[in-house]
C-alpha cells in the first residue's frame, strides 16, 4: 500500500514466501493488538471532535494531517518511480511527496484518491493507513493489513512491518528497469548508488548520486551523466513544483529517512524475536515445572543477538563516509536540529556534521523514540548495559571502532543528561 520500497517485483508473490514470523498470532498478534500509533491516537481525537482536519483545493488533506502529526514540510522528498498503488498518478513530471517525522511517514500524490499514512506502533511496527480525499465532518483513516504487508512485511523488511527504500534507473515514464541494477538504500550505502528515481535538491560537492536522471537508453540505463543531476537547488528546473506544499526535495532529509526507515525495521525485529525467545523462555519453564529456571544459553543468545541489532543501528555501524560538504535547500536540516533535547552543553543528537558523516555524534536520536521505549524490558536492559560498555570503552569490539573516544564520551554526557530512564548502573 504505502510503498517506499522501489521493487515492484515483490508485489506478485506471496506472504508466506517471505515472512519469518507469524506475525497474525501471539505473541506479535499485529492484526488484533491494541493499536498505539500516532495514526489511531489522531483518529480518536477526530472522533472526540477534539481535532479537525481542513480540506483545502491544492493537497486535500494533506496539509491539515501533516499540521495534526507535527510533520513538518521541509521533510518533502520527491519519487517518480512507480512505486505506490496509486502509481498511475506519479510518473517524472508528477512525482509522490513523501514526508516523515520520528515515528510517522506521510505519502501524496497529486490528483491522488488517498492520502497514505504509515504509524510506527511501538509494539507492532508499522502499522498502515490511508485516508480518502474527499470532505467529511469526521475523516477517517483506514487500516490496511493483508494489502500492504504483502510487500511491506517480507525478506525486504526482513520479514516485519516496515518500510524499505530503493534507488533505480527509471525510464521516461517512472518505471524501474528492472533488467539492471538496483540498490536497497540505507546510511551504509555509497552515495553513488543512490536516489535513482529520486528528485533531489541541494549541495553535495563532488560527491554523484543518480537522482534527477532518467535513463535514456534501456539497453543500456546504467551510461548516465551523474553529473547532470548533480548539486540541483532549483527543481522548478525540471518539473512544475506548484502543485507541491514546497518546491523542495531536500538532500538532508534523504540521509535522515535512509538511517531512521531501516532502523525502525531494525527496532521492530529486535523487539519480534525478543518477545519470541521470552515466549520460548516460559515454553521451557513450564516444561520443567520450574519458573525460576536459569536462563538457558540459548535464550540468553537470543537476546544479546537483538539487542547487537538495536547497536547497529543506534550507533551508525558500518556508515558510508561523506566526502564532501552536504546541504539542503528546505531548512530541514535547521528544523530537524532544532527538537533536541539538548545536554547541559547545548549539545543534541540531532546536532548534524554533513561534512564526513550524516550526525556530529554518531548515536541515533531513535533512542529517545516510542519504538526504543517500547522495546521488551529485558531487551532494553541488555541494550542499555551493552551501549554503556562501548560508550565507556570497556568494549572495544572492532565492530565500533569507528567511533573515537572523545565520540564515546559525548554521546554518553549527552544521554545522561537527556535520557531519564537509563539504568542507575550509568550513573556510577
Not at 518539473?239 to 525495521?265: G, K, R
Request: hydrophobic share 35%.
Amino acid at each position: 500500500m504505502f510503498r517506499f520500497a522501489l521493487f515492484l517485483a515483490i508485489a506478485v508473490l506471496p506472504l508466506s514466501a517471505f515472512a519469518q514470523f507469524d506475525i497474525e498470532h501471539e505473541p506479535i498478534n499485529y492484526l488484533k493488538a491494541p493499536l498505539a500509533d500516532p495514526i489511531s491516537a489522531l483518529q480518536k481525537q477526530i472522533n472526540a471532535d477534539e481535532v479537525q482536519l481542513t480540506f483545502d483545493d491544492k493537497s486535500g488533506y494533506l496539509a491539515s494531517v501533516l499540521k495534526a502529526l507535527n510533520v513538518s514540510e521541509t521533510s518533502q522528498m520527491l519519487v517518480f518511480s512507480k512505486t505506490s498503488f496509486q502509481r498511475s498518478r506519479i510518473n517524472p513530471r508528477t512525482p509522490r511527496a513523501i514526508y516523515f517525522n520520528d515515528d510517522v511517514y506521510i505519502g501524496w500524490c497529486v490528483n491522488g484518491d488517498v492520502v497514505e499514512v504509515t504509524g510506527v506502533d511501538p509494539q507492532l511496527g508499522a502499522v498502515f493507513y490511508s485516508l480518502e480525499q474527499e470532505v467529511s465532518d469526521h475523516p477517517k483513516f483506514t487500516r490496511h493489513t493483508d494489502t500492504c504487508t504483502l510487500c511491506h512485511a517480507s525478506s525486504v523488511t526482513q520479514g516485519v512491518p516496515g518500510h524499505l527504500v530503493r534507488s533505480v534507473f527509471p525510464d521516461s515514464s517512472g518505471n524501474p528497469i528492472l533488467s539492471t541494477s538496483t540498490y536497497r538504500t540505507t546510511w551504509q550505502s555509497p552515495f553513488k548508488e543512490r536516489w535513482g528515481g529520486w528528485y533531489v535538491s541541494g549541495t553535495h560537492g563532488q560527491q554523484r548520486h543518480m537522482g534527477n536522471m532518467i535513463a535514456k537508453n534501456s539497453r543500456d540505463p546504467e551510461a548516465f551523466d551523474p553529473d547532470a543531476g548533480a548539486n540541483v537547488t532549483d527543481l522548478s528546473k525540471l518539473i512544475n513544483v506548484e502543485p507541491y506544499l514546497t518546491p523542495h526535495s531536500d538532500i538532508v532529509a534523504f540521509l535522515v529517512f535512509e538511517h531512521q526507515a531501516p532502523a525502525h525495521n531494525a527496532l521492530t525485529l529486535a523487539s519480534y524475536q525478543a518477545k519470541l525467545a521470552l515466549r520460548d523462555e516460559d515454553i521451557l519453564r513450564k516444561i520443567d515445572k520450574d519458573p525460576n529456571s536459569l536462563r538457558t544459553e540459548g535464550i540468553q543468545r537470543r537476546l544479546d543477538h537483538s539487542a547487537d541489532l538495536v547497536l547497529k543501528h543506534l550507533l551508525f555501524v558500518d556508515e558510508a563516509p561523506l566526502t564532501d560538504r552536504v546541504q539542503g535547500t528546505s531548512g530541514f536540516a535547521e528544523q530537524f536540529a532544532a527538537r533536541g533535547p539538548r545536554d547541559k552543553r547545548g549539545r543534541s543528537l540531532r546536532d548534524f556534521n554533513l561534512q564526513t558523516r550524516i550526525f556530529q555524534y554518531p548515536c541515533s536520536y531513535l533512542i529517545y523514540s516510542a519504538a526504543f521505549e517500547g522495546l521488551p524490558a529485558e531487551l532494553k536492559q541488555i541494550t542499555y548495559r551493552k551501549l554503556h560498555d562501548v560508550l565507556t570503552g570497556k568494549d572495544q569490539s572492532p565492530t565500533y571502532r569507528h567511533l573515537s573516544a572523545e565520540d564515546r564520551q559525548t554521546i554518553l554526557d549527552i544521554l545522561l543528561d537527556t535520557k531519564r530512564d537509563l539504568p542507575a548502573s550509568w550513573q556510577t
